[in-house]
């Protein structure tokens, strides 16, 4: 944005209603043309045109430039878990900033071990277990992939991973996102990985043998629009791997830190069946809006693996991540924010369920897929929502992604609710 134009940008108020329109509309087209102007000229167009500027956000909302307000039901595809600039992690790391910003892995800082320390007490890690700090969820399955490749000695060649997932896009992870859009056009990719269709124990069981270095799953497929597994998937999944010697490795990106109400989502017993796997990937939340990533080996996976001087990152671990990292989970802690997420998601499904153009609603506590009933386009409902206000997500063409931040209340989602049958009619 030119400096002209933010001289130019209204003051937002943050006791405006949803309804403020602003008064004039004229101006407003004008100026939202201009930074898509000035997006498309200095901006990589790989995301697409952005459907909105927005300057600045408080709890569950966030205002766009023309000071209109809008309730987040996406934060951020599942990272502003405390909602926008919550006070605890605002605190917490300009603190750090004012502190100790960066200084390398030659050295280590209170944060990164404050927040390993805190990761190994809410997953009830066994000795042994550690913690390797990156910056993102592509990065944390790229380390969780080359720890598979040294898995066995480095003797086992192939990697599995499932139909639906996404893995992320750097060429480790993508190669093991399944969909072929994605990969193709950056042919030829890392070779060694398998995909198995979704749901299907034959065929995973008939895809796993002694070459087998690992298998990826997504305890809850995000992408695809909130899938889980067939009830006993992830129990033989762990049952087939442990008896071929290979990894289990369970991507944890989106539905970790407490998104479903559990701290990772393989610890509710619905989805995770009990199954302790090896490496336990995270991003996305864990940072609240700051950028980190982990890949967690469970107790001897790592003694196997990654050995000195093997995997680095510059920024990994860095002290202003890790307190904001920090603060997340504290303040999940503090606020009750599990059974807060629980209570509030089977609620909220509750009501969508009942709303009429919603075939079937899919995921827990507040990771949750709306599948529309026929006939509808997810697309087109999406910007209606967001025309009136509201930030979801057409993950599929008949399907919506929620994933607001965990602070949420049902008060904040009832303007939602009211609104959706109207949204989804059109
Ligand atoms: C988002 C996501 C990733 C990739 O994370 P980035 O931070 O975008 O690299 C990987 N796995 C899952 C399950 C995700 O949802």
């Not at 898509?36 to 200095?42: A, G, I, K, N, Y």
Request: glycine share 10%.
């Amino acid at each position: 944005m030119s400096d002209t134009q933010a001289s130019q940008t209204p003051a937002v108020q943050s006791d405006q209603p949803q309804s403020d329109q602003p008064q004039n509309a004229q101006p407003q087209n004008a100026q939202a043309q201009t930074w898509r102007d000035d997006f498309s000229r200095v901006l990589s167009p790989v995301f697409g045109s952005p459907q909105l500027d927005l300057v600045r956000g408080e709890g569950v909302h966030a205002w766009d430039a023309s000071g209109k307000k809008y309730l987040d039901l996406l934060a951020g595809i599942a990272v502003n878990a405390l909602g926008h600039c919550h006070p605890n992690w605002v605190k917490a790391l300009s603190e750090q900033a004012a502190t100790l910003g960066h200084i390398s892995n030659f050295f280590t800082s209170p944060p990164q071990i404050n927040l390993a320390t805190k990761l190994h007490e809410v997953l009830d890690l066994p000795a042994g277990s550690a913690v390797f700090f990156s910056n993102s969820g592509t990065e944390a399955n790229e380390a969780a992939f080359k720890m598979a490749r040294r898995a066995a000695g480095g003797g086992r060649p192939i990697i599995i991973a499932v139909e639906g997932a996404f893995h992320g896009r750097t060429m480790g992870s993508l190669a093991l996102t399944a969909k072929a859009a994605y990969r193709e056009p950056f042919a030829p990719g890392v070779p060694g990985v398998v995909h198995v269709p979704y749901g299907d124990v034959d065929a995973l069981a008939a895809a796993i043998n002694d070459t087998t270095a690992a298998v990826f799953i997504e305890p809850i497929q995000g992408e695809v629009g909130v899938r889980s597994h067939p009830a006993g998937y992830l129990t033989a999944a762990r049952e087939l791997t442990r008896d071929a010697g290979a990894l289990l490795v369970l991507d944890e990106v989106q539905s970790g830190v407490a998104r479903t109400g559990s701290w990772f989502a393989h610890q509710d017993p619905e989805i995770g069946e009990g199954v302790v796997p090896d490496i336990i990937t995270s991003a996305k939340g864990l940072g609240g809006g700051m950028p980190i990533g982990a890949t967690i080996t469970v107790g001897d996976a790592n003694t196997k693996l990654l050995e000195a001087g093997q995997h680095g990152t510059t920024f990994g671990g860095n002290p202003i991540a890790c307190a904001a990292g920090l603060a997340v989970l504290e303040t999940i802690e503090t606020e009750n924010l599990l059974t807060h997420t629980r209570e509030t998601g089977s609620w909220l499904a509750e009501q969508l369920t009942a709303v009429d153009g919603v075939k079937a609603v899919t995921g827990t506590g507040l990771l949750l897929g709306i599948e529309l009933s026929e006939g509808h386009d997810a697309k087109a409902v999406a910007a209606r929502a967001l025309e009136a206000g509201f930030i979801i997500n057409p993950v599929t063409p008949d399907r919506l992604r929620l994933a607001p931040p965990l602070i949420v209340t049902r008060e904040d989602l009832v303007p939602f609710l009211d609104a959706l049958p109207g949204l989804i009619a059109g």
